[in-house]
């Protein structure tokens, strides 16, 4: 009979590291089958990892938690050189960055250093880039802190017909790590933990456990029982940003998006406050941390993170609200506008804010294709804004129109007002087209200016579908003029227009119009000819914003 036993090379290695060898036939108990500890088991696993060498408590140094630098250690922080003797002294780097105000903080080390894996060998790195590698490899590592073995423990060592056995008696994590790869790499021996143990976590608890299954489950609880907050919960986000829809630069924030990729976060209690000193006390939260309105452009407010099972262990953060210019529209033309409706998935002046629901017509393409950028009237009610002190149009005042307008209509006795001030046909003025689809502006007593051409072009009959556009103007000297597709129509030089000293107290659109209109603008200033190309040659656009 095969009579296999544990080589004395390895007993002799294992000596070294914090291990003894004794053969106790006596104290033996043969292992029933799940008591044997595979070498592929998840509890083999958790053992490894509980065994492995625990490099967190320097991750401000590597970033990495599976590797730890050797100390004393020379880094230079901001500018400033420390000296890093002990893992107390990470608290100078701590306080180093805490009174800096540069915005990205440098920690450069010195090299070559020494530093110790998670298998407890120990490599000399060269340069920031070999040390790179190593945290790069740390990704795919993972080692259990927060509980360890009250020393010593020992396993019976069997072999294949567990008929012999050693008892095998470990001292240390270093030894329990090198025993466990040690069997794993041999299929001929197995290993039963010898019952029972006890864990020591971190918060001090202790827990006794008599077999594999209660193992298994200490081991996993290990996180629950933490004394600090774990390097890997990426407390790290120091601000949120969010794009100013209206440009008031006040928005409503969702502050967990702070933490929303942190690991493990159900062991934590996240708290949010407006004041560093609200944190501290923990007075006054913000009730509804997922709907926040910020009260100031880059505002900071401050997040407390606590350990749910041992809530004396807690670290304030804090978090700057930044509400950011993201519109890309081009802002061309934009001096003195005061009505801008870009019809973009919604009948909405941008200048203003207002929106107008429960529309008759629908969106449909603009004049390039974009879909739902344009706004199609059906005849229907006409929609209305209202008159403010800012884009309110009386006698005397210098303002112009600019429209894109598409008609749909084949009835020639039609009057069809695209834009108009006021609510009732004779109110203010009317921008509006008659014998299906000429353009003129009219005034409350009747004068027009015309676009006399439209009717002998060939290109532009009643049944044309193509897009144009449209400008009107008055100056300071009561000069009104026409533009359509970026030219000069007609223009009535000091006329007698008259559009009321009364505000009143609508701007209305669409009054009996059959037709697709986009891009609505009225300034408060009478384009030039150069402007008013612009306008022409303008991209059409889906803009929702300023």
């Known amino acids: 009979m095969l009579n296999y036993k544990i080589s ?8 070294f590291l914090g291990v003894s060898c004794q053969q106790e036939e006596s104290e033996i108990i043969t292992p029933d089958s799940e008591e ?17 060498n625990d490099g967190s408590e320097d991750d401000l140094l590597d970033n990495a938690s599976c590797i730890e630098i050797n100390l004393p250690v020379s880094v ?26 540069e915005d990205n903080d440098a920690i450069e080390i010195t090299f070559p250093i020494t530093i110790t894996l998670s ?19 740390c990704l795919s590592e993972e080692v259990i802190a927060c509980v360890d073995f009250q020393y010593p423990i020992s396993f019976s060592v069997f072999n294949s017909e567990f008929q012999d056995a050693d008892v095998i008696t470990i001292n240390n994590d270093e030894a329990l790590y090198e025993f466990l790869v040690s069997i794993g790499d041999d299929s001929a021996v197995f290993a039963s933990l010898n019952y029972p143990v006890v864990l020591i976590y971190d918060n001090g608890n202790t827990i006794e456990v008599t077999s594999n299954s209660e193992l298994e489950v200490a081991i996993n609880n290990a996180n629950l029982n933490c004394s600090y907050l774990a390097p890997d919960i990426c ?24 933490v929303q990729n942190c690991s493990d976060l159900d062991l934590y209690n996240v708290t949010y406050y407006e004041s560093e000193a609200d944190a501290i006390n923990q007075t006054n939260p913000i009730p509804i941390p997922t709907s926040y309105t910020n009260l100031t452009n880059s505002q900071t407010l401050y ?4 350990l749910i099972l041992n809530p004396s262990v807690s670290e304030i953060f804090p978090l700057t609200l930044i509400v950011e210019d993201c519109c890309d ?14 019809f973009s998935n919604e009948f909405k002046d941008l200048i203003s804010g207002y929106t107008v629901e429960n529309t008759d017509g629908e969106f449909v393409e603009d004049r390039v294709g974009n879909p739902t950028c344009a706004y199609s009237f059906v005849g229907g009610s006409p929609l209305s804004i209202p008159v403010t002190s800012e884009n309110q149009i009386v006698q005397g005042d210098a303002f112009s129109i600019s429209v894109w307008f598409r008609m749909q209509n084949d009835n020639s006795s039609d009057l069809e007002i695209m834009f108009q001030k006021g609510t009732e046909v004779g109110d203010g003025f009317e921008l509006k087209v008659f014998t299906l689809n000429t353009p003129y502006f009219i005034d409350i007593d009747g004068n027009s200016a015309i676009d006399p051409a439209w009717l002998n072009e060939d290109d532009v009959v009643w ?27 007609n223009s009535l030089q000091n006329s007698q227009f008259n559009i009321g000293n009364n505000p009143l107290s609508f701007f209305t659109l669409g009054h009996g119009f059959i037709g697709h209109l986009d891009d609505l603008r009225v300034y408060k200033k009478a384009l030039n000819p150069t402007e008013i190309e612009d306008l022409f040659n303008l991209d059409a656009d889906c803009f929702t914003c300023l």
Do not use: K
């Open 235 to 258: 407390f790290d986000v120091t601000e949120l940003s969010i794009c100013d829809d209206n440009n008031d630069e006040i928005q409503v924030f969702d502050l967990t998006e702070a």
């Open 8 to 15: 004395y090379i390895l007993i002799f290695f294992l000596f």
């Open 36 to 52: 044997v500890i595979s070498a592929n088991s998840i509890l083999a696993e958790l053992l490894l990892q509980t065994s492995s």
């Open 76 to 101: 230079t922080v901001n500018g400033e050189l420390i000296i890093i003797n002990t893992l107390d002294d990470i608290a100078l780097i701590e306080e180093n960055i805490s009174s800096s105000d």
């Open 119 to 137: 298998d407890h060998t120990e490599v000399l790195v060269a340069n920031e880039e070999e040390l790179l590698q190593y945290v790069i490899n």
């Open 303 to 306: 997040y407390s993170v606590e």
């Open 463 to 489: 049944d044309n579908t193509n897009w144009h556009h449209l400008v009107v103007t008055v100056d300071e000297n009561n000069t009104v003029s026409l533009y359509r597709d970026g030219t000069l129509r």
């Open 329 to 342: 529209n081009p802002q061309a033309v934009f001096e003195d506008l005061v009505i801008y409706m870009p």
